[in-house]
């Protein structure tokens, strides 16, 4: 069985559903790209995580991304999932609970206490990636739009929680 078609050999490819070929540098292969490293790179997070509550959360994450990639990637088709409010909603309650559980942070915050929350905030900084290259492809939707920015804020809360509950005192930067 071969898995490749040759077709994208001169730099083009499609959307499912647009029958038309368009260049792999065009805005929404961006998104599409950036997207799809975040989920990756989730999934290191997620293999990571001893912590049950964190995987599920990055579980729901990556799914939710799915849904987000399937609204940027298709085009001339009316079944295409899109994200609704509901699941924003749930971003933010949990990003409200983990958010609880490390407490107040008035400081910003040195990567790498853990191996965890190392990984977690370079998710955040693909999330904020992929939310400019969602941004900047053709029609971004309110919800996806909401969601990513909400994403990378629960990420960060995510690698403070990590570290906390890992014994690790957070670092903050002196400005030296």
Known sequence: ???YSGKG????????????R?????????????????NSYLGVCLSLSRNKKIKKTLDVIQENLFIIQAEVGNIGTSDVPKLDKNKLSKLENITDKFGGEVGIITKFSLSGETLLSAHLDYARTLARRAERSYLASRTPS??????????SS???VLARYANKKAGKRERNPGYK
């Open 154 to 156: 629960l990420l960060f």
């Open 22 to 38: 368009l260049s792999k540098t065009d805005k929404v292969f961006e998104a599409l790209g950036a997207l799809d490293e975040l």
């Open 9 to 20: 050999d001169k730099g083009t490819s499609t959307l499912y559903g647009s029958g038309k």
């Open 1 to 3: 069985m071969r898995f």
């Open 142 to 151: 309110d919800g996806a739009t909401a969601y990513l920015n909400r994403l």
